[in-house]
């Protein structure tokens, strides 16, 4: 049966249903159109609760069955149910001609009804989909760091303008095309309703497509005070969680038009790096004697086989160089920091929680008025912030705590405590001993001193 046959069969129906319970011939003509478009309008909403239950009911078996999360998601959005509701105005579309005569103003406005309803619950519809798409994508590990978010909302906005522009066109009466070309006269007031989601939305094409941010990705924009975690992308606003769980948002033109330092690469990296120096003083660098050298090897065996090699590289008068496994290692034994640098570089090689196969080195910077800086440069293999802090800490504090073996003192800005440590150490009446805040290596000294044998 087609839809005239079908039409036409539910008209004769309802005549036959009038006549029996005695409407006068006169007023049929006007009361079969009203109830057939209240049948058809049951009728259609029959058939598309039908539908939404076969729906369902199939979607719980392949999800009984395979055990998938994308049926979870589509009943999350109950996108079955709003699906469905499309058919009732497509169907009602389809038999009013059979209602009313197609001139008549109860058609144009009928249709019209029906028209609009259909746009409006194919944008609901659409919209569910959309986030059902959007989760999915979401649980894909490849694409779970992608802006997808952005992308979904571009097409959502889009969508919605060219459904407001045919719901208005079935207003007016008017052809899309025609209201299209008229809203060229309308841009100036459209950019400055729109800007910033105009603006939101070339942001974040050249943020996917420069592939600049990514969920998960650690930014630092200190202007806008963010240093944190990027939890999420829209087309209108970028959040940070900060380390403080402060939650930053900022449209994503700022990231376009202003700087912002990503560190997805140190996290993608084979380590994060540590790049720290201590200031020395320059009046204690001196050249190794025999005696220190014997001495610094009992300190560490290591050093002691750096330094009896380089021992035998000057007896050979061989030059330590690349090509020379022995002299690979920045440092030297003929000053005291040269011996420093050498011992730190090797502490370094052997740290285990360093990335060996990154560069690491010891190296005296530009002197200053404060004396000859020496930095540490090398890599943390545990890139988690707080065990690059504590690894950063200990080799540091390592550092500083074996300078006095090499005879070596960090710059220290003197103040009045200083002062008067420094006064009652030299005026001998007071024991070292018992003053506070006299490093450690100066009081062993001066007891050294003492038990010395006088001449």
């Known amino acids: 049966m087609n839809t005239n046959e079908f039409a036409l069969a539910i008209l004769t129906g309802i005549k036959r249903f009038l006549t029996w319970i005695g409407i006068p011939p006169y007023m049929l003509d006007k009361l079969d159109e009203l109830l057939f478009l209240i049948v058809i309008i049951l009728f259609a909403f029959l058939v598309a609760a039908i539908t939404h239950a076969i729906l ?7 999800a ?3 055990h998938t999360g994308v049926v979870d998601t ?13 058919i009732p105005p497509l169907i009602v579309s389809a ?6 005569d197609t001139k008549s103003s109860w058609f144009i406005i009928s249709e019209k009804v029906t028209w609009i309803y259909f746009f409006i619950v194919l944008i609901i519809s659409t919209n569910a989909i959309l986030n059902t798409v959007g989760d999915t994508l979401k649980k894909n590990q490849q694409l779970k760091n992608k802006p997808l978010k952005g992308f979904i909302q571009i097409f959502r906005v889009v969508f919605y303008c060219i459904v407001a522009i045919i719901i208005v066109a079935i207003i007016v009466n008017k052809s899309p095309m025609h209201l299209i070309t008229g809203l060229g006269a309308f841009t100036a007031v459209i950019m400055l309703v729109f800007k910033d989601t105009i603006l939101g939305l070339v942001a974040g094409v050249t943020i996917s497509e420069d592939n600049m941010l990514r969920i998960g990705d650690w930014i630092e924009m200190p202007q806008n005070n963010i240093n944190g975690i990027v939890t999420d992308i829209s087309l209108d606003v970028v959040k940070v969680q900060n380390f403080d769980n402060t939650i930053v948002t900022v449209p994503p033109y700022t ?3 202003n700087s912002f330092v990503n560190w997805r690469g140190m996290s993608e990296s084979g380590g994060r790096r540590i790049m720290r120096e201590y200031t020395l003083k320059l009046n204690y660098i001196k050249p190794c004697t025999p005696e220190f050298l014997e001495r610094m090897k009992q300190f560490d065996p290591e050093l002691g086989d750096f330094i009896t090699a380089k021992q035998r590289q000057a007896a050979a008068g061989t030059i330590a160089n690349t090509d020379n496994p022995e002299g690979l290692v920045n440092g030297t034994i003929d000053t005291n920091l040269g011996l420093l640098r050498a011992y730190m570089t ?16 010891v190296r005296t910077l530009a002197p200053t008025e404060n004396g000859l800086p020496v930095q540490i440069y090398c890599f943390s293999a545990n890139k988690n912030w707080p065990s690059y802090e504590s690894i950063q800490s200990e080799i540091m504090e390592h550092f ?10 960090p710059y220290q800005s003197a103040d009045a405590r200083d002062a008067m440590l420094g006064s009652y150490i030299e005026s001998s009446k007071v024991d070292p001993a018992s003053l506070e805040g006299i490093p450690w290596h100066t009081v062993r000294q001066e007891e050294t001193n003492k038990s010395a044998p006088q001449k």
């Open 56 to 62: 369902v009911h199939l979607a719980k078996r392949i």
């Open 64 to 66: 009984h069955r395979s």
């Open 74 to 86: 589509l009943f999350k959005y109950s996108v079955f149910r709003k699906m469905t509701t499309i």
């Open 95 to 100: 038999l009013l001609p059979f209602a009313f």
């Open 255 to 257: 990231l376009i038009s």
């Open 346 to 361: 090797l502490y370094l090689k052997r740290h285990s929680a360093l990335n060996h196969e990154l560069l690491t080195m």
């Open 400 to 409: 500083v705590s074996v300078l006095p073996a090499f005879e070596l003192y």
